[in-house]
Structure formats: structure tokens, C-alpha cells
């Protein structure tokens, strides 16, 4: 059955369009994956699920519920639950205090199960941490809300090989809806062998979806060859500071 999903949705950053009428649709519970570049509409579409952004055309429908005008806040109250990429934690809070706001301390067990190291982290403030810890307890807190639908953006951005993996099983695994936006398609996720229901794949490029079908359909990506410089030699286009 599918739980949550984007119908026709477009969506507009002033002039421009950031989404041009993409359909697409998140079984519970199973794993959906949005993939594409930055700037492909990838994050765009997750804050549209969520209600953190308008739609200027189309529908978001949730069990059968047309909730496009429903509040994000609203929306997170009956459940959904949003891990953005960045401002995922509240840094001024301590990481007992950032628990406490999605469970008391007494049922804070899961969060400790799925990441063991944050309970020695517990006094520090959220904004101390490293990249990768912030992640883990944006993901700790997220489980603590039992969440019929959690939707995340870049996961696993700054934890270890070890920590990612782990994370990966962890929310394949979930009794939800869940939704992440990668940049690519983790191999852990393509070689998984789902028990209830396969890892679906939506790709977006410039705001469209290009490839949907189940991660196991589609190809790896290949990094580009790299072509062997002369001694001396400088490279035509010199990389930006930003790439």
C-alpha cells in the first residue's frame, strides 16, 4: 500500500521552477531513495512531503488523504518526521536535552542501541559534535519519535564507513514509510535483500524524474576516466574553490 506520495507536484523558488510536475510514491513500510545531484530537485521534493515548501501545482496524498494544504507542522504532529542535511540538531541543547524533546530519559534505549556512542556524549552540547555525531543524533531523536513516516536528507553525511552501513540497515529495517535523498545510490541499499519489500529508486535531474524502478534495476554508476597529464602540464579548467 502506499503511504505517501507526490502527484504532478511542482514547486517554485520565485521565478523559477524547481519541480516540474514529478509523480512519485513511498510504500509503508519500505524504503524509497530520491537520487540526484545538487540542484536536481532531490531535497526539494523531500521539503515538499514534508510541507516545508508550497506546492504550485499538483498534490501531496497520504494514506489515501490529500494533505497539500495540511501544515508541516501539522504534519509532523500525525507522524511524519523531516532529518533535514543541515540544522538538524539544536545546537545550545546538550545531547540529553536534544533527546528529551522526542522522548523522556527513561525511553531513550533505542537511540542508545542504534548509536552506542552518544551515550557517553550526553552532557555535551549538540553543537560541539563532529559532523557525523550531529547525524547520529538527528537519527537517534527521529527513532524516539516512532515516526509512521520519516523522511531524511543525506543520511549518513559524515559518519564512517562502519557507522553508514549500520545506519543504512538500521532504517531499511524500520516499520515506516522512509524517504532519504542521497546523491548516490549506496551500495548497501542496491545489494540489500530486503525481507518485506524492495528498495524503490526515483532519480531527478534538473527537477525531473528520469529513472524509477527498484534499486536493484539500476546500473552502477561509473566514475569518469581520468586522463593522465604530462609533466608540467596544467589542466585546462582549473577547479573552482567550490567543487
Known amino acids: 500500500m502506499t503511504a505517501l506520495s507526490l502527484r504532478h507536484a511542482r514547486v517554485r523558488y520565485g521565478p523559477l521552477e ?3 510536475g514529478i509523480t512519485l510514491a ?7 531513495v530520491l537520487l540526484g545531484r545538487n540542484g536536481s530537485g532531490r531535497t526539494t521534493a523531500l521539503r515538499a512531503l514534508a510541507g516545508t515548501v508550497p506546492l504550485s501545482g499538483g498534490a501531496v496524498v497520504w494514506d489515501g488523504t490529500d494533505i497539500t494544504r ?34 523522556p530519559a527513561h525511553a531513550h534505549a533505542p537511540a542508545f542501541e542504534a ?13 560541539t559534535l563532529s559532523g557525523g555525531e550531529q547525524r547520529m543524533l538527528a537519527l537517534a531523536r527521529a527513532l524516539l519519535t516512532r515516526a509512521r513516516v520519516l523522511l531524511v536528507d543525506e543520511p549518513t553525511q559524515g559518519m564512517s564507513p562502519a557507522v ?41 535531474r534538473r ?12 546500473e552502477p554508476e561509473r566514475a569518469a576516466p581520468r586522463t593522465r597529464r604530462q609533466p608540467g602540464s ?8 567550490s567543487e
Open 115 to 127: 548509536y552506542p556512542q552518544l551515550e557517553a556524549l550526553l552532557a555535551r552540547r549538540a553543537g
Open 18 to 20: 524547481a519541480l516540474h
Open 26 to 32: 513511498a510504500p509503508a513500510p519500505g524504503l524509497t
Open 207 to 218: 527537477g525531473a524524474v528520469v529513472f524509477s524502478g527498484e534499486a536493484a534495476e539500476r
Open 164 to 204: 553508514a552501513a549500520r545506519t543504512y540497515a538500521l532504517l531499511a529495517g524500520l516499520d515506516a514509510c522512509v524517504v532519504l535523498a542521497e546523491q548516490r545510490l549506496p551500495p548497501a541499499l542496491r545489494d540489500r535483500a530486503a525481507p518485506r519489500t524492495p528498495v524503490l529508486v526515483y532519480e531527478l
Open 70 to 103: 495540511t501544515p508541516a507542522h501539522e504534519r509532523a504532529r500525525r507522524g511524519l518526521h523531516l532529518v533535514p542535511e543541515r540544522q538538524a540538531v539544536f545546537g545550545s541543547l546538550t545531547v540529553r536535552e536534544n533527546l528529551e524533546l522526542a522522548a
Open 234 to 241: 596544467r589542466p585546462a579548467h582549473p577547479p573552482s574553490p
